[in-house]
């Protein structure tokens, strides 16, 4: 039977948290394309900074060859990354056992990655891989495959549900407006660019799950 899980890291043991010591208050989000194998580099969204003249150079982990900002689209920054697969972490697991790695979302006080799995044993492999080589990783959730559920169909992130939800709320979407982006951003707490961004990012997924599948 085909399972999925969602597995939680705090310390920082995943590569890419290396970029939460140049930009704290980012967020990382896997791209939708997920390379598992070893001779394919990964690309990584990087949300929620002031990303102009935006530079990787000072970004350094043992586990990464090489990171550099691909292009910027909508406030975010798209990152090409090359692994160093000698340093052991939740790639290294991936590659050795048989879980496929969903989603990966990311930000400087925790790491969340969904996994899917065609059995309870290739799951536990993948368990016992990564406590045989001290790669933290908590289990949060477990859950047989199953149709995805009311909300989720339409694949935002945490943070873009909240924006558009906070927007909504506060009257942004209205005409005219009853909120500022400013507005939204003080009720969340962050940059009214970052505010842009996931508004922008949310409403283009809104359109790609629906309006475009009923194409």
């Known amino acids: 039977m085909a399972i999925e899980a969602t597995f939680t890291a705090t310390d920082g043991e995943f590569p890419l948290a290396a970029v939460f010591s140049e930009f704290p208050a980012a967020e990382i989000e896997l791209d939708r394309v997920v390379p598992?194998?070893?001779?394919l580099i990964p690309y990584f969204w990087v949300r929620d900074i002031e990303i102009e003249n935006i530079s990787m150079e000072n970004v350094a982990h043992p586990g990464i060859h090489d990171i550099r900002v691909v292009?910027?689209?909508?406030?975010?920054?798209f990152l090409r990354?090359?692994?160093d697969l000698a340093y052991e972490s939740v790639l290294t697991a991936i590659?050795?056992?048989?879980?496929?790695?969903?989603?990966a979302l990311g930000s400087q006080t925790q790491w969340s990655f969904e996994f899917r799995a065609e059995s309870q044993q290739d799951l536990a492999d993948f368990q016992s891989y990564c406590r045989d080589h001290d790669i933290p990783l908590e289990l949060t959730k477990l859950h047989a495959l199953?149709?995805?559920a009311s909300g989720q169909e339409y694949d935002l992130t945490d943070a873009q549900r909240?924006?558009?939800t906070v927007a909504?709320?506060?009257?942004?979407?209205?005409?005219?407006?009853?909120?500022?982006?400013?507005?939204?951003?003080?009720?969340?707490?962050?940059?009214?660019?970052?505010?842009?961004?996931?508004?922008?990012r949310g409403t283009r997924?809104?359109?790609?799950?629906?309006?475009?599948r009923l194409k």
């Open 81 to 83: 990354i090359d692994w």
């Open 205 to 212: 997924r809104l359109i790609a799950s629906t309006l475009m």
């Open 162 to 164: 909240e924006a558009m």
């Open 71 to 77: 292009d910027t689209v909508d406030g975010a920054a």
């Open 146 to 148: 199953s149709p995805l």
């Open 168 to 200: 909504y709320t506060l009257g942004y979407f209205e005409s005219p407006r009853e909120a500022t982006r400013q507005d939204v951003a003080n009720e969340l707490g962050i940059s009214p660019q970052a505010v842009g961004s996931r508004l922008q």
């Open 95 to 103: 590659i050795e056992t048989n879980v496929t790695l969903i989603s």
């Open 36 to 39: 598992t194998d070893e001779f």
